[in-house]
Structures are given as structure tokens and as C-alpha cells.
């Protein structure tokens, strides 16, 4: 069995009896310094012809085709991996020594197609700071086997699902008991989360993040509610400078008064 990376960010990685960590850091066994990878991203353990995937980082995303992985997950043959934005394809030993070209070839085609075109960022409660990629037809709710699992009581089991278009993701409501929310507004049949937007579940926040969103505007919609205070300051200061110039205008004016008056 052996990982294999079509877009060419790491030669090609037999799966021996060991554990091999994937991450940025200089001490990982495959360093990939790319954007949405963590130091220590996840690891691969096999051990004859089994073997595991289990995300290191709980801020960054690793997917097992198309789901998000949280604990020790079995991969086998034909499995893609997508760790943050790089995607590998598992294939088996045999196989691969009699078409390794062909399946190498159908693995590029397969991985592309499935790397995560959004990504949802908590930004409040429990997934504060954690990453989760979008899959069409993923559901976000309380259950365990939830595509996107969030263990909060405000979320309901099956809380809202997910679908990726070309302009962003159609969310819908799957009739929780607290409400799914685009901005401040309630999403009743389906309704269109576009990057930048927040998603809404209850108290639950997250940011709809795309490729190409740099860290100043991934914070700047991450906190709308600053916005209004700082116009609200900024026109609290206008009108202080307004008062402070009429104010010495009058004293210049009484000043020049009193001058004529005396001469």
C-alpha cells in the first residue's frame, strides 16, 4: 500500500510496518509546506495490509472521501485523502505493481475533483478556531456519523445540509429546533452562503472561507459587529473636530471684537 500524490507535492510513499506523520514541520516523514497544513497535520499508521488515518490537528481539516476525519479511520485501496488543500490517493500493493501508471493517472483525475472548493472556520463555541472543508451534500448536525459533527446541544441531530455550487453553498435547513442562519437571516427553504458570509447555527458560528481570501479579510468578516463601532467612532470624532473649530473660530472672533474696541 502507498500514497500517492498526483499534484506533485511529495514523491510517492510506501506504507510500511510504521507510522508516518504528514505536516509542515521539518520532522514529519512527508513535509508539505502549503497553505491549510498544520505542523503536525495527521498521521497514517499500517500495519500489514491495514491501515489508519487520524487528524493531528483539530484547527485544520483532513477529509476521508468527502468526511471529515476526527478519529483513527481504516483506509484501503482507491481511498482519497485531502489534507488541508492536498490530496493523495491510497493505493494498494499489488495492484500498484501491476498499473501503477493507469491508477496513478485515475487518482489525479479522482483527488482533483474532490479537493474542498469551501472550507467553514468556527469562529464561536465549541469549533472556535477549527476548520471543516465543505462536500456537496454534506450534513452538519449533533450525531456522531454527521458529515460535519458538532457535540453541542443547541445543534440539532440533523441540523442543516450542505451544497457546493459555483458561486458558494446552498444551505438547508433540515427543520432544526434552533434555527439555521446566513448573517441575521433565518433560512427557511434554501438559501445561498456565499464566501465571507456567516453561517449560523443557534449560538454556533462559522465563516464560509474560499481559496484566495487572504487572513485580513477572513478576520475582517469574521467580526462584522466591529464595523458599526468603528463608523460610530469615526463620526464621534468628526463632530468633536467641528466643535473644537467653531469653538476657536468664536475665540478668534471675540479676540479681534475686543482688540477694535480698545484701539
Known amino acids: 500500500m502507498k500514497l500517492v500524490f498526483p499534484g506533485g507535492e511529495h514523491a510517492p510513499l510506501e506504507l510500511g510496518e510504521t507510522v508516518v506523520t504528514i505536516g509542515r514541520d521539518a520532522a514529519c516523514n512527508v513535509v508539505i509546506d502549503r497553505d491549510g497544513i498544520a505542523p503536525r497535520h495527521c498521521e497514517i499508521s499500517a500495519r500489514g ?13 483532513t477529509v476521508l ?5 476526527t478519529a483513527a479511520t ?3 485501496d482507491g481511498d482519497l485523502i485531502v489534507i488541508g488543500r492536498v490530496g493523495c490517493s491510497v493505493v494498494g500493493g499489488r495492484k500498484a505493481a501491476v498499473t501503477a501508471p493507469s491508477a496513478e493517472r485515475d487518482a489525479s483525475t479522482r483527488v482533483r475533483a474532490a479537493l474542498p472548493k469551501f472550507v ?6 465549541p469549533t472556535l478556531g477549527k476548520t471543516f472543508a465543505v462536500t456537496s451534500g454534506a450534513v452538519i448536525g449533533r450525531q456522531a ?9 443547541e445543534v440539532s441531530r440533523q ?6 455550487t459555483a458561486d458558494g453553498v446552498m444551505v438547508e435547513d433540515l427543520g432544526s429546533a434552533n434555527g439555521t442562519f446566513i448573517g441575521n437571516q433565518r433560512v427557511t427553504q434554501n438559501a445561498l452562503l456565499k464566501p465571507g458570509d456567516e453561517l449560523r447555527l443557534d449560538t454556533i458560528r462559522f465563516l464560509l472561507i474560499a481559496p484566495g481570501m487572504d487572513a485580513r479579510q477572513q478576520s475582517a468578516a469574521a467580526r ?5 463601532a468603528a463608523t460610530s467612532a469615526k463620526g464621534g470624532n468628526n463632530g468633536l473636530w467641528i466643535v473644537i473649530g467653531v469653538v476657536i473660530v468664536a475665540a ?4 479681534v471684537l475686543h482688540h477694535l474696541k480698545v484701539f
Open 49 to 61: 495490509e491495514e491501515a489508519s488515518v487520524r487528524s493531528l490537528d483539530p484547527t485544520q481539516a
Open 65 to 69: 472521501n468527502g468526511r471529515q476525519v
Open 74 to 76: 481504516p483506509i484501503k
Open 120 to 125: 467553514l472556520r468556527g469562529v464561536s463555541g
Open 145 to 153: 456519523d454527521a458529515d460535519i459533527s458538532i457535540p453541542a446541544d
Open 159 to 164: 441540523h442543516a445540509r450542505l451544497k457546493v
Open 224 to 228: 462584522p459587529e466591529t464595523v458599526p
Open 252 to 255: 478668534i472672533a471675540a479676540a
